[in-house]
Nanobody, 121 residues
Framework: QVQLVESGGGLVQPGGSLRLSCAAS????????MAWHRQAPGNQRELVAV???????SVADSVKGRFTISMDNAKQTVYLQMSSLKPEDTAVYSC???????????????WGQGTLVNVSS
């Protein structure tokens, strides 16, 4: 079974930092890209950051300069380093990945279960 498992969410004070992790597992042949999304209550889901298998990254303007996305290809894990956190960053953060799985070979878009980040004093 191919899956993504996130970790690292929690409660943090404004101005603080957190690092989220998302590990892929299962019969994955290759990963095309991995990304972080977030959804705050009453809001639509927002793409926060994406990284491709060649290391190209893109982050949303709302988090540029504060959030950094990185990936460990060997561990099939994507990270989101968040700093200078603001109350408006409070949301459920979910990762997703576009992968090629084996047996049979096919493309899949998979999602993690989400982890809550709560920025509050």
């Amino acid at each position: 079974q191919v899956q993504l498992v996130e970790s690292g969410g929690g409660l943090v004070q404004p101005g603080g930092s957190l690092r989220l992790s998302c590990a892929a597992s299962g019969s994955i042949s290759s990963i095309n890209h991995m990304a972080w999304h977030r959804q705050a209550p009453g809001n639509q889901r927002e793409l926060v950051a994406v990284i491709t298998n060649d290391g190209t990254t893109s982050v949303a303007d709302s988090v540029k300069g504060r959030f950094t996305i990185s990936m460990d290809n060997a561990k099939q894990t994507v990270y989101l380093q968040m700093s200078s956190l603001k109350p408006e960053d409070t949301a459920v953060y979910s990762c997703n990945a576009a992968v090629i799985v084996r047996f049979p070979y096919r493309h899949l878009e998979i999602w993690g279960q989400g982890t809550l980040v709560n920025v509050s004093s």
